[in-house]
């Protein structure tokens, strides 16, 4: 039976999980408040930064005693900056269950030779939380990025614990409820649910991880681009918009461009809800078809905004270079760009649902995973 594609085409064929879409309407005019040319310690320059701190706070709800810095390297960078701060005062427990999350299990164990506790979990499946020792610093991604599934809240994260909680949050931030209370540090980079352009991080501090960092001196050499301390006391200027290197003060106003979107569609309230709907349409449309499935093996896990499929039908004689074949028909056909699996994930699509993505784009391309599936099943024969 041949197959003919779809008359209806998404508006934007954008679906890539970081840089993900652009805000709706987005274009270059949107930054021309940008200080360009002038440095970032200027006045202009900080006052930026510190709108960007504290527009960040007011959306996403960050208690008013924690940190906010905005800081080099995207989410890697934060991430690492915490791990090399902040671990080795007390036992660890690693976390992952994707590509980003064993990269941190490398970074702890081989790099900063820490004996910890490694829980892993396989593509598709969380760790288990209950099983897990939070008097421990345990550290962990919210929503895995490559896996497709997420913690569903952090109920199993107990208030009184002698540990730092400390998430990387990249695709989860603005897309998913984060319980402050139970997470000390929370990193997370712009260029994911907000649309934002790539190498900027944002780094979140409890005051249990600023005591931690006033407190405590790891034993091995700090490069100066993490060091967020002088003479046992917290940089207090990293957290007011005094960047640690040089930003760019175009991303940063992009940033702000899309801060500003995100308060004129309700805020956080508004950022989640896009997301949710966003992957209902692809769950609807793999809930009615036999020969693909969700990667996360339990709904409650499942991500609303990296969303990760696999193929299943018999007939696929090998499996990696389908869903290669189907994502770059997809491409070539200028319907969906960047969609296929990450390259240590199972094979399949990868679907970002985050909030900048316009439902009816996601309801124009399912028709069209259809055809490019049953086009490539025929190819084959």
């Avoid at 969700?294 to 969303?307: D, F, H, K, M, R």
């Avoid at 055809?371 to 099943?377: D, G, K, Q, V």
């Amino acid at each position: 039976m041949a197959y003919e594609a779809p008359v209806a085409r998404p508006v934007n064929p954008r679906f890539s999980s970081g840089p993900c879409a652009k805000i709706p309407g987005f274009s270059l005019d949107m930054l021309a408040d940008a200080p360009l040319g002038r440095s970032h310690r200027a006045a202009v320059g900080k006052a930026k930064l510190k709108e960007a701190i504290e527009t960040t706070r007011e959306i996403l709800g960050v208690p008013a005693d924690y940190r906010i810095g905005i800081v080099p390297a995207s989410d890697t960078g934060a991430v690492e900056m915490a791990l090399w701060s902040l671990l080795g005062a007390r036992p660890v427990t690693m976390c992952a269950w994707e590509s980003f999350g064993s990269g941190w299990v490398t970074d702890v164990v081989k790099q900063l030779k820490i004996d910890a506790d490694v829980k892993k979990a396989e593509y598709g499946d969380i760790v288990d939380f209950t099983d897990v020792d939070f008097n421990t610093d345990v550290v962990f991604t919210w929503n895995g990025t490559t896996s497709g599934v997420r913690v569903a809240n952090g109920d199993d994260i107990p208030a009184e614990r002698q540990g730092l909680t400390i998430c990387d949050a990249t695709s989860a931030a603005f897309a998913m409820d984060l319980p402050w209370d139970k997470l000390d540090v929370v990193t997370f980079s712009w260029q994911k649910v907000l649309g934002g352009e790539g190498g900027h991080g944002v780094l979140i501090l409890s005051p249990r991880a600023v005591e931690r960092l006033e407190t405590y001196t790891p034993k091995w050499p700090m490069p100066k681009i993490f060091r967020m301390t002088k003479g046992g006391k917290l940089i207090d200027g990293i957290f007011v918009g005094e960047t640690i290197n040089t930003p760019s003060m175009l991303c940063v106003e992009d940033y702000l461009v899309a801060l500003k979107w995100a308060k004129t569609i309700g805020g956080l309230k508004g950022l989640i809800g896009r997301a949710e709907a966003n992957a209902q349409v692809v769950w609807d449309f793999v809930a009615a078809k036999p020969w693909i499935e969700n990667l996360a093996n339990n709904p409650a896990n499942a991500s609303t905004t990296s969303v990760c499929l696999k193929f299943n039908d018999a007939r696929i004689k090998d499996g990696a270079a389908f869903a290669k074949a189907v994502a770059k028909r997809l491409e070539k056909d200028g319907v969906a760009l960047d969609v296929g699996a990450y390259r240590d994930a199972p094979a399949g699509l990868r679907i970002w649902c985050g909030s900048t993505v316009e439902k009816a784009d996601l309801e124009a391309l399912m028709p069209w995973i259809e055809y490019a599936f049953e086009a490539e099943i025929a190819a084959q024969a």
